[in-house]
C-alpha cells in the first residue's frame, strides 16, 4: 500500500515479481465479445477543540445518496497537521501504542514502551465499524457506541529496525537482538477497541474505552486456523501444524472489508519481505516449479529479509521466518511458513475468544482489501479484490452456495463465514480492448491451466496457494498495481483503485492502463503511470462471467496536459497523485479516496477526496498517445469540484488509509498512518529533526516521536459528513 521510493524498508512495499508474458489485451481481445459498446449518454485538527473557519457549510442532513457535495474543498498544504473543511472537527482517538487493558501505563513514547500484545498496534490502515447498542450488544443501527476493528500493517522502518519504537533507534545490522524483534511481532496485525461518544467538558466527543472486555489484539504469534481448499494440503505442512490446518498471525495487513454476515475481513499484503532463504536452498529443493513459485511471489534465494527477525536465535518464534528448506521434511522446519500468509484472513469482533481463520478459497496474493457485493437471497455471494503488485491482477470469488437473508444476523458469525467463503470459484479480469472484458476461471478444469507449463495444477488446493501462477496461465490483463475495491451502493457498479507504476512505458500501454508519461518532481523525473487512476466496472449480475469497463478517474496534478496526463479536467481543488484506499459510504454514496502518495508531496501531502461516483458509460472513447503508440481507452465523465473535491490533508510523510463511518453518517473514522516516516534511524532522538511531530504536536499524547493514528472527524452543526 505504500508509494514506491528507495528506502531499504519500502522496498519490501513494491514488490514486482510478474515476469509472466500475458500480452496487452489488445493483443487478445475475445471476437466473442466484439459486440458494439454502449456508452450512456481548511480547518486543523486537535485532540479535542474545534477550530473556527470562515465558510458556511451546507446544512443537508438528509440521508440516502447525496445530491451534492456541501463543502469548501481544502487546499493543497504541506504543512505538518491534519487539515479539514471549515465547519468540521477532527479529534485524534486512538494511536499506537495506546494501551488496549485495564490497568496498563499510558504510552511513554521514547521507545521504552513494552507490553505490544496489550497496545494498539503501529501503522493503523484499513478500518470497520462494529456498532453496539446501550447494553453491549451487536446492533447495525446504534451510532454512539461500538468496536473499531482495523489493520497495523507495518512499522516505519530503516536498515532492518523499526526505529521510532526502540529507545535508541534498535541494531540495524545481523544479527538482531531478541528484545527488538519481540517487540516488532507485536506491533503488526490487527486491533478491536471500543469507542464511545461521551458527554464532556467541551460538549460531546469520541473516546476509546480501555477496559472494555472486547478489547483484542492479533499479532504475528496469534494462533490462526486455515479453512477452505487448502487447509490440511501438504502445501501448509510445518513444524508447527503437521497437519497443515493451523498458523501462526498474520502480518503486513492492507486493506479491510466487512462481510455481509457482520464480520472484518483483511488483507494480507506484502508479507514475502517478512521472509528469508538462504542462496542454497534452491539447490536443496531440487524443484524447479518450487523455486519458480517463490520468485513469482517475490521470495528469492539469498535475499534479505525486512527486518531479520530469523536471526534473533533458535527459538522457535524467530526460525519460523527463514524458510528454507532446512530440515529432513517440511513437519521439521519451516519451508512452508511463506505459504500460510496472503491470504483474506477474517475476524469476529464481537467475540474477543474465536481464532482468526485465514480463507483460502480466496486466493492467495498481495491481498489489499475485500469488498462485497449486495448479496441477493437466492444469488451466491460476491467479494472482488486487487494483488497490490506492479503488473498484477484483479479477482472476483463467487460462492458456491446461495445467499440466505437470515444469515445477515446469524447465531455463529463463522460459522457463516465457513458457509459462503469455503467454497466457491475465483476468476481474474481480462479487460479487453472495446470496453468489456471478462472474468477467467481459476480451477484444474480450465484447460489454460491445465496445459500450463509453469506449475503443475492438479488440484484447488494448488490454485489458493498459487494463485498468482494460475492468473499467469489464463491470461489475465497485468494492472497498474490493483488496490482497494469499493461497491457502490447505488447500482452495485465496482471500483478498483490502481495507484500508480513506474514500469509502465509506452510500449506496453493498453486500453485499461494507458498513460506511461514523464512526470517532475522538484526537478526530477519520474517516469510510467506515475499518478495513476481508477477503473470500474458495470456487470449486469455480480456472478457473470462478463463485464463493461471505463476509467472513473485519471490523478493527476491540476497543471498536466490534458491530452496525455490531466484526462478528467482536475483541477487545484481535486488534483491528487496514487489513489488507494477507497470506501463508499452507505449512508450517502459518497465515494471516499485517499492517496499514498510519493509524486506529488513536493506541492501537497496526502489527502482524502469526496467524489460523486457517476456511472459506467458516463463519458466518452479518448485517444492518448504514448511514444509512438495510440491507444483508445473509455474515460469517464470528465471531474469538477462539484463532482470531486478534496476534504482532507495529512500531516508530512503520511499516507491517509482506511475510512469507516457511523450507520448515521455523522462521524467518520480515518487512519493516519506513517507521519513523519522519511525521518532518518540516526535522527530518532532529535525531534527537532523529525519530518513530523504528529500527533504530539495536535495535542495527544507524550513524548513527539509520530504515530499512526485513528482520527474521528464530525460535523459541527452535528450534520450528515461531506453533505
Known amino acids: 500500500m505504500n508509494a514506491p521510493d528507495l528506502r531499504p524498508g519500502a522496498l519490501f512495499n513494491d514488490e514486482d515479481s510478474n515476469r509472466s508474458d500475458n500480452a496487452t489485451f489488445d493483443s487478445v481481445l475475445d471476437a466473442r465479445l466484439s459486440r458494439r459498446r454502449l456508452l450512456g449518454g481548511g480547518a486543523a485538527v486537535a485532540a479535542g477543540a474545534a477550530v473556527a473557519g470562515c465558510a458556511t457549510p451546507a446544512t443537508n442532513t438528509a440521508s440516502g445518496p447525496v445530491q451534492q457535495l456541501g463543502f469548501t474543498p481544502v487546499a493543497r498544504s504541506v504543512a505538518d497537521t491534519v487539515s479539514v473543511p471549515a465547519g468540521y472537527t477532527a479529534q485524534v482517538l486512538y494511536a499506537g501504542g495506546d494501551p488496549l487493558k485495564a490497568g496498563m501505563a499510558a504510552f511513554k513514547n521514547d521507545g521504552t514502551d513494552n507490553d505490544w500484545g496489550n497496545r494498539a498496534g503501529d501503522h493503523h490502515d484499513g478500518i470497520e465499524w462494529f456498532g453496539l447498542d446501550a447494553q453491549?450488544?451487536?446492533?447495525?443501527?446504534?451510532?454512539?457506541?461500538?468496536?473499531?476493528?482495523?489493520?497495523?500493517?507495518?512499522?516505519?522502518?530503516?536498515?532492518?529496525?523499526?526505529?521510532?519504537?526502540?529507545?535508541?533507534g534498535g541494531t540495524a545490522t545481523?544479527?538482531?537482538?531478541?528484545?527488538?524483534?519481540?517487540?516488532?511481532?507485536?506491533?503488526?496485525?490487527?486491533?478491536?477497541?471500543?469507542?464511545?461518544?461521551?458527554?464532556?467538558?467541551?460538549?460531546?466527543r469520541w473516546a476509546t474505552r480501555q477496559d472494555s472486555p472486547l478489547n483484542?489484539?492479533?499479532?504475528?504469534?496469534?494462533?490462526?486456523?486455515?479453512?477452505?481448499?487448502?487447509?490440511?494440503?501438504?502445501?501448509l505442512v510445518t513444524k508447527f501444524s503437521p497437519t497443515g490446518t493451523k498458523g501462526r498471525g498474520t502480518v503486513n495487513n492492507c486493506g479491510t472489508g466487512r462481510t455481509p454476515w457482520g464480520t472484518f475481513v483483511s488483507g494480507e499484503e506484502n508479507w514475502f519481505g517478512?521472509?528469508?532463504?538462504?542462496?542454497?536452498?534452491?539447490?536443496?529443493?531440487?524443484?524447479?516449479?518450487?523455486?519458480?513459485?517463490?520468485?513469482?511471489?517475490?521470495?528469492?534465494?539469498g535475499a534479505p529479509s525486512r527486518h531479520g527477525w530469523e536471526s534473533g536465535g533458535s527459538d522457535d518464534r524467530f526460525q519460523r521466518w527463514n524458510t528454507g528448506a532446512t530440515g529432513a521434511s517440511a513437519r521439521d522446519d519451516y519451508r512452508n511458513e511463506?505459504?500460510?500468509?496472503?491470504?483474506?484472513?477474517?475476524?469476529?469482533?464481537?467475540?474477543?475468544?474465536?481464532?482468526?481463520?485465514?480463507?483460502?478459497?480466496?486466493?492467495?496474493?498481495?491481498?489489499?482489501?475485500?469488498?462485497?457485493?449486495?448479496?441477493?437471497?437466492?444469488?451466491?455471494?460476491?467479494?472482488?479484490?486487487?494483488?497490490?503488485?506492479?503488473?498484477?491482477?484483479?479477482?472476483?470469488?463467487?460462492?458456491?452456495?446461495?445467499?440466505?437473508?437470515?444469515?445477515?444476523?446469524?447465531?455463529?458469525?463463522?460459522?457463516?463465514?465457513?458457509?459462503?467463503?469455503?467454497?466457491?470459484?475465483?476468476?481474474?479480469?481480462?479487460?479487453?480492448?472495446?470496453?468489456?472484458?471478462?472474468?477467467?476461471?481459476?480451477?484444474?478444469?480450465?484447460?489454460?491451466?491445465?496445459?500450463?507449463?509453469?506449475?503443475?495444477?492438479?488440484?484447488?488446493?494448488?490454485?489458493?496457494?498459487?494463485?498468482?501462477?494460475?492468473?499467469?496461465?489464463?491470461?489475465?490483463?497485468?494492472?497498474?498495481?490493483?488496490?482497494?475495491?469499493?461497491?457502490?451502493?447505488?447500482?452495485?457498479?465496482?471500483?478498483?483503485?490502481?495507484?500508480?507504476?513506474?514500469?509502465?512505458?509506452?510500449?506496453?500501454?493498453?486500453?485499461?492502463?494507458?498513460?506511461?508519461?514523464?512526470?517532475?518532481?522538484?526537478?526530477?523525473?519520474?517516469?510510467?503511470?506515475?499518478?495513476?487512476?481508477?477503473?470500474?466496472?458495470a456487470e449486469t449480475a455480480p456472478a457473470e462471467a462478463k463485464f463493461r469497463w471505463d476509467i472513473y478517474l485519471f490523478a493527476s496534478e491540476a497543471d498536466a496536459d490534458k491530452a496525455t496526463v490531466n484526462l478528467s479536467n482536475l483541477s487545484a481543488e481535486n488534483d491528487?497523485?496514487?489513489?488507494?484506499?477507497?470506501?463508499?459510504?452507505?449512508?450517502?454514496?459518497?465515494?471516499?479516496?485517499?492517496?499514498?502518495?510519493?509524486?506529488?508531496?513536493?506541492?501537497?501531502?496526502?489527502?482524502?477526496?469526496a467524489a460523486m461516483p457517476g456511472r459506467v458509460g458516463d463519458g466518452a472513447p479518448v485517444k492518448i498517445k504514448a511514444g509512438d503508440k495510440e491507444v483508445?481507452?473509455?474515460?469517464?465523465?470528465?471531474?469538477?469540484?462539484?463532482?470531486?473535491?478534496?476534504?482532507?490533508?495529512?500531516p508530512r510523510g503520511a499516507e491517509i488509509t482506511g475510512i469507516t463511518e457511523t450507520p448515521d453518517g455523522r462521524a467518520i473514522f480515518v487512519n493516519i498512518?506513517?507521519?513523519?516516516?522519511?525521518?532518518?534511524?540516526?535522527?530518532?532522538?532529535?525531534?527537532?529533526?523529525?519530518?513530523?511531530?504528529?500527533?504530539?504536536?495536535a495535542g495527544y499524547g507524550a513524548g513527539q516521536r509520530p504515530r499512526s493514528a485513528t482520527i474521528v472527524i464530525t460535523k459541527n452543526d452535528g450534520g450528515v459528513i461531506g453533505t
Open 576 to 609: 491528487l497523485s496514487s489513489p488507494d484506499g477507497l470506501v463508499f459510504s452507505p449512508a450517502t454514496g459518497i465515494c471516499w479516496i485517499q492517496t499514498d502518495d510519493g509524486a506529488y508531496t513536493d506541492k501537497t501531502n496526502c489527502m482524502l477526496l
Open 338 to 537: 511463506f505459504h500460510t500468509f496472503g491470504y483474506i484472513v477474517e475476524l469476529d469482533p464481537y467475540s474477543p475468544n474465536t481464532l482468526l481463520t485465514k480463507r483460502t478459497a480466496l486466493g492467495r496474493f498481495a491481498h489489499e482489501n475485500v469488498t462485497f457485493a449486495k448479496p441477493v437471497a437466492g444469488q451466491p455471494v460476491v467479494a472482488y479484490m486487487g494483488c497490490d503488485a506492479r503488473g498484477e491482477y484483479i479477482y472476483k470469488f463467487v460462492s458456491s452456495e446461495k445467499w440466505d437473508p437470515a444469515d445477515a444476523n446469524p447465531r455463529n458469525r463463522l460459522a457463516a463465514g465457513d458457509k459462503y467463503l469455503d467454497s466457491g470459484t475465483l476468476y481474474a479480469a481480462r479487460f479487453n480492448a472495446d470496453g468489456n472484458g471478462e472474468w477467467l476461471e481459476l480451477s484444474p478444469k480450465n484447460p489454460a491451466i491445465a496445459a500450463y507449463k509453469g506449475f503443475d495444477f492438479k488440484t484447488a488446493a494448488d490454485i489458493c496457494v498459487f494463485t498468482r501462477l494460475a492468473a499467469d496461465a489464463v491470461g489475465a490483463t497485468k494492472m497498474d498495481r490493483p488496490e482497494w475495491a469499493g461497491v457502490n451502493p447505488k447500482n452495485g457498479e465496482v471500483y478498483i483503485t490502481l495507484t500508480n507504476n513506474s514500469e509502465r512505458t509506452a510500449a506496453t500501454v493498453d486500453a485499461a492502463n494507458p498513460r506511461a508519461y514523464t512526470d517532475l518532481k522538484a526537478g526530477k523525473e519520474q517516469k510510467g503511470n506515475v499518478h495513476g487512476h481508477i477503473v470500474r466496472l
Open 673 to 697: 498512518q506513517h507521519a513523519g516516516e522519511n525521518t532518518k534511524m540516526a535522527d530518532v532522538n532529535d525531534p527537532s529533526k523529525y519530518e513530523s511531530r504528529w500527533p504530539a504536536n
Open 216 to 235: 483484542r489484539r492479533i499479532t504475528t504469534m496469534s494462533e490462526a486456523v486455515f479453512t477452505g481448499p487448502a487447509a490440511g494440503s501438504a502445501h
Open 136 to 168: 453491549g450488544k451487536p446492533s447495525d443501527t446504534f451510532t454512539s457506541r461500538g468496536l473499531l476493528a482495523m489493520n497495523h500493517e507495518a512499522t516505519t522502518d530503516e536498515k532492518l529496525s523499526s526505529f521510532f519504537i526502540h529507545a535508541n
Open 274 to 301: 517478512y521472509f528469508f532463504r538462504d542462496a542454497q536452498d534452491d539447490a536443496r529443493r531440487n524443484d524447479p516449479k518450487i523455486t519458480a513459485a517463490f520468485n513469482r511471489y517475490g521470495r528469492r534465494a
Open 174 to 204: 545481523l544479527p538482531r537482538p531478541a528484545g527488538e524483534i519481540d517487540k516488532e511481532l507485536m506491533i503488526h496485525g490487527l486491533s478491536v477497541v471500543e469507542v464511545r461518544q461521551e458527554m464532556g467538558p467541551g460538549g460531546r
Open 632 to 650: 483508445t481507452t473509455y474515460a469517464g465523465k470528465p471531474q469538477t469540484p462539484a463532482t470531486l473535491r478534496r476534504f482532507l490533508v495529512g
